[in-house]
């Protein structure tokens, strides 16, 4: 290979498509998005990196060539005693995945129009886009009579959650409110039945202020059609949801949480910790253990028919451990002690990159008092989930308030909304007094007073509009935002303390 010329022809190339389909000499094919194909050139040698059915790997550029718009590359590693020819097909170009994607959300977006139109009397059309950011939202501005213009906002690309649309909905009405000819102060957020109900009751916890101008509305799409060809039919296509207040959150239906205290680490799982105990931990799941590797899941227990059976790899490429593959297991292990460290020389390495947050929450649960030398941790909070969504991190203070930890290592617009939801579902939890009934700390007792949220992320990742979102939530959650030093993952500190 040229090295210079080929490897920034190559990069060039994996760039111009949005999915690969990547093909062995086995025949075997797993798709790729471009991001998760990575090139460097190192130590005069063009490196690949990707993942396949043995895991991610790592892999040197032997040859280069195009067939079409087919990429032919020879790879080796493993000091040259293995070899691979592989082929890059394109699946879809990223302009013209981006112009087919547009012109669907777009129609969705005018579907939702007509029923609005049909559906509210006196509605009249104003304007009707895609939001500009990212082009994942209808945008809809009408007019009634009596109400003057109004805004809707609703997901059309079907991958926001319900704390995403609200936080581009809170964005959006302060725009709307703050331009000077036609002011809009409400805003209909328009969702599938699912995604409503959960907004309405993250609209419980929203000040007045705000919770009193966005109304969320249930839509059912797959009528949108009888709609247009019967405007009196009886079916319901738009459902206003009724409002809940704050105080009445805690009549919410709870289920009964399965009591924890009698889990063990098997001996398959202690062993692999006793590796390297600092830097390995072990979590309880539904069907087994979890071994990660400072946050990073690599191996898996499992009891199969009274036997316990140990699969290893980085997220799909999981492999059984055996005597065959267990000079891999030992790589995978050595390649996890060399990469995925604070002073690694490759930052940009996969393994070095992979689930921080998770990094950030491991190295928390060795050591809480990092954090606040009062908290006490669940031993089980993984294994607790606040619907289908996991807690990072659930503690108690002395006093016998539960506290909820939100992590972050990146800037998240989602964040005080996701936490304020973790809040009401742990709330409706502690009142029915499952989490006692759980012993979910042990013997320790839980008082009778509302949860805390901890907020924390490195200084510079929390969103640049953090405090503008915080003065959304209702005054009757306590909250306290932790900033932290950039280098958390040499030597965690906490710089700064303040309540929201």
């Known amino acids: 290979m040229n090295l210079e010329n080929d490897f920034a022809k190559l990069a060039e190339l994996l760039k111009a498509r949005h999915e690969w389909l990547l093909v062995n000499g086995a025949g075997k ?3 790729l998005r471009a991001d998760e194909i990575e090139i460097e050139l190192k130590l005069n040698k063009v490196l690949l990196s990707f993942l396949d059915e043995k895991g991610f790997q790592t892999w040197r550029g032997v040859s280069f060539a195009q067939k079409g718009d087919e990429i032919l590359l020879e790879l080796k590693h493993n000091f040259e005693r293995d070899k691979e020819k592989i082929r890059l097909i394109p699946r879809v170009s990223a302009s013209e995945l981006s112009a087919t994607v547009e012109l669907a959300r777009l129609e969705k977006a005018n579907e939702i129009t007509r029923i609005i139109v049909a559906e509210i009397t006196g509605a009249k059309l104003v304007k009707v886009a895609l939001n500009a950011e990212n082009g994942r939202f209808a945008q809809i501005i009408f007019e009634i009579l009596k109400d003057g213009q109004i805004a809707a906002l609703s997901d059309v690309s079907g991958a926001a959650t319900h704390e995403n649309l609200l936080a581009v909905a809170v964005f959006w009405l302060a725009k709307l409110r703050a331009r000077k000819k036609k002011p809009i102060g409400k805003i209909w957020i328009l969702a599938d039945r699912k995604c409503a109900k959960n907004l309405q009751k993250l609209r419980a916890l929203l000040r007045p202020n705000w919770r009193n101008t966005i109304e969320i509305f249930e839509i059912s799409r797959q009528d949108a059609k009888k709609q247009g060809e019967d405007k009196n039919t009886e079916n319901q296509f738009l459902k206003k949801l009724e409002t809940i207040d704050f105080s009445n959150l805690s009549r919410e239906k709870t289920k009964k949480i399965e009591s924890l205290e009698s889990l063990q680490l098997s001996r398959a799982a202690q062993k692999i910790v006793e590796i390297t105990p600092e830097k390995i931990d072990a979590i309880f799941t539904k069907h087994g253990e979890t071994l990660r590797f400072f946050g990073l899941p690599f191996a898996r227990v499992r009891t199969v028919s009274g036997a316990e059976k140990v699969w290893f790899g980085i997220e799909k490429g999981r492999r059984i451990l055996s005597e065959n593959t267990l000079a891999e297991f030992s790589n995978l292990i050595e390649e996890l002690k060399t990469h995925r ?7 940009r390495h996969a393994l070095f990159r992979l689930a921080p947050e998770a990094w950030l929450e491991a190295i928390l649960r060795k050591n809480i008092k990092l954090l606040d030398a009062n908290l006490i941790l669940s031993p089980v909070y ?8 996991k807690i990072d991190l659930l503690a108690l203070r002395p006093d016998g308030r539960l506290v909820i930890i939100e992590l972050k290592v990146a800037p998240d617009r989602e964040m ?9 579902k742990i709330e ?10 759980a012993k979910i700390f042990g013997d320790l007792e ?10 924390v992320a490195p200084f510079l990742d929390f969103y640049r509009d ?16 932790f900033d932290l030093n950039e280098n958390w993952r040499e030597n965690l500190k906490v710089i700064r303390r303040e309540k929201i």
């Open 29 to 31: 094919s797993f798709a």
């Open 341 to 347: 460290r604070f002073d690694t020389e490759n930052k």
């Open 382 to 389: 993984n294994q607790f989930r606040a619907g289908r969504d």
């Open 416 to 424: 005080i909304f996701q936490a304020a939801d973790y809040w009401r």
């Open 428 to 437: 409706s939890q502690r009142r029915a007094g499952n989490l006692r009934a």
């Open 446 to 455: 839980i008082s009778n007073e509302p949860a805390v949220i901890y907020l």
């Open 466 to 481: 953090f405090d503008f979102l915080a003065q959304t939530i209702s005054k009757e959650i306590e909250i306290f935002r």
